[in-house]
């Protein structure tokens, strides 16, 4: 399995090495407007090959994306001083423009994996530009939010966060919602779990954990400037289940029909994910608080894409 990565920057080339450590695809190739930095990275992802996998990994132009079945969208501008965000969201649509009627040309059948931020409004842009299917137009979403809310659970609890099943849902970003009416240890709700297990989740706990999660980008953002490895290994995540056709759940975002009272959103709800891209769409149970969250943040996304010039 061929995948091609479109911007080469921080997210970009750890999503590749990630895949690449991984072994599960054959071939990567970066693609960047900026060539030397494209073949820089390409390079020193290649000399990591010989002590982990056969992974082949070079850079190329659009032209060498030809063939490939998924291809992550990682290219994009970052906020000048003063500039808004919806600004910053209009430069981004423009590159985006560009990209994807290249990669659109030369690899028309290629799931599209999207992880520029704002990811859920660029997921939206990408699957009007591309008038692609939202099965197959899919943000990286909440699904390293949702990660983050398992292991806080699994630590609280002290178990596995494989043994954590919790969603975060809408918006990656501040309007999120962590859906834990919903969330289960093996098959036990929290409560019972809490019970079993002996550390009860008091509300002390609960507002930790939130808080974990919904500030975790802005703590590694104000420590080392950036965040890419734990948006590498989700990206990487994601290519093997579509790449392994597993049928796994992820929270992912893509244009959603109707969730919550709103109609023609993007945004991240658990997804079944398979060779052709999103399969099935799994909305848990929510209580009414987080319903109205849900709605609140569907409206923030529903408004914010429409105000991007296209
Ligand atoms: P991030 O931390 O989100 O990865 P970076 O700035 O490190 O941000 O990476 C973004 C990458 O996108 C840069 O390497 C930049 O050269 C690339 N890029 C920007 N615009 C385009 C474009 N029109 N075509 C291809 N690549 C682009």
Do not use: C
Request: hydrophobic share 45%; charged share 15%.
């Amino acid at each position: 399995m061929k995948l091609g990565i479109v911007g080469a920057g921080m997210v970009g080339s750890t999503a590749a090495y990630a895949v690449a450590l991984m072994g599960h695809v054959s071939e990567i190739v970066l693609v960047d407007q900026n060539a030397a930095l494209a073949r820089a990275q390409a390079d020193d992802i290649a000399h990591a090959m010989p002590f982990a996998a056969a992974t082949q990994v070079r850079s190329g132009g659009y032209a060498d994306l030809a063939g490939a079945s998924v291809i992550i969208i990682a290219a994009g501008v970052s906020q000048k001083p003063g500039e808004t965000r919806l600004d910053l969201l209009g430069r981004n649509a423009a590159v985006f423009r560009a990209v994807l009627s290249e990669t659109m040309t030369v690899a028309p059948q290629a799931i599209l994996l999207v992880a520029t931020n704002p990811v859920d409004v660029m997921t939206g842009i990408t699957a009007r530009l591309t008038g692609q299917p939202p099965a197959r137009v899919i943000g990286s979403g909440t699904t390293l939010d949702s990660a983050r809310f398992r292991d806080l659970l699994a630590r609280a609890l002290n178990v596995a966060p494989r043994s954590v099943h919790a969603y975060v849902l809408g918006e990656h970003g501040d309007s999120e919602v962590l859906a834990w009416s919903s969330a289960r240890v093996g098959a036990l709700t929290l409560d019972a779990a809490a019970a079993q297990t002996g550390r009860p989740l008091t509300l002390e706990i609960r507002e930790k954990i939130d808080t974990g999660v919904r500030r975790a980008a802005y703590a590694i953002i104000e420590g080392k400037g950036a965040t890419y490895h734990g948006i590498g290994a989700a990206l990487a995540r994601l290519v093997a289940a579509i790449n392994g056709n597993e049928r796994s759940v992820h929270s992912v975002s893509t244009m959603t029909t109707q969730i919550v009272g709103v109609h023609g959103v993007p945004l991240s709800l658990p997804r079944v994910l398979g060779r052709d891209g999103v399969e099935a769409e799994l909305v848990p149970d929510l209580d009414t608080s987080e319903q109205a969250a849900l709605a609140d943040s569907a409206r923030l996304l529903k408004q914010t894409l429409e105000s991007v010039p296209l």
